[in-house]
């Protein structure tokens, strides 16, 4: 079983710039996408971004399009997050997560996701 660990989050104002990492454990790490996904209270869990598992291939939520930057290295078996431009709507705690498939094209959905994080609070306040 991969575990996955996120790093970075915080408190910051709206409008700065915040930088997430995922370390996994799995030593095949390079063979599945990865994904981002973010929790608000009293919000269903969202999909933020992915990337896949060559790293060629991203797509984000509408709402962080253009701020958000996923990226990984492969070397590391670390996945990042750049987040810029925050805002307060931006406030949740960020998942990183594993695909449960390896070799296939980034999926979205929550539930093409086997693995998770313990998840990192980012705050954006206004």
């Known amino acids: 079983q991969v575990q996955l660990r996120e790093s970075g989050g915080g408190l910051v104002l709206a409008g700065d710039s915040l930088r997430l990492s995922c370390a996994a454990s799995?030593?095949?790490?390079?063979?599945?996408?990865m994904g981002w996904f973010r929790q608000a209270p009293g919000k269903e869990r969202e999909f933020v971004a992915v990337?896949?598992?060559?790293?060629?291939?991203?797509a984000y939520a509408d709402s962080v399009k253009g701020r958000f930057t996923i990226s990984r290295d492969n070397a590391k078996n670390t996945v990042y997050l750049q987040m810029n431009s925050l805002k307060p709507e931006d406030t949740a705690v960020y998942y990183c997560a594993q695909d449960r498939y390896t070799l296939r094209m980034p999926p979205s959905n929550v539930a093409d996701f086997g693995s998770w994080g313990q998840g990192t609070q980012v705050t954006v306040s206004s």
């Open positions: 990337i896949s598992w060559t790293g060629g291939n991203t």
């Open positions: 799995a030593r095949m790490f390079s063979m599945y996408a």
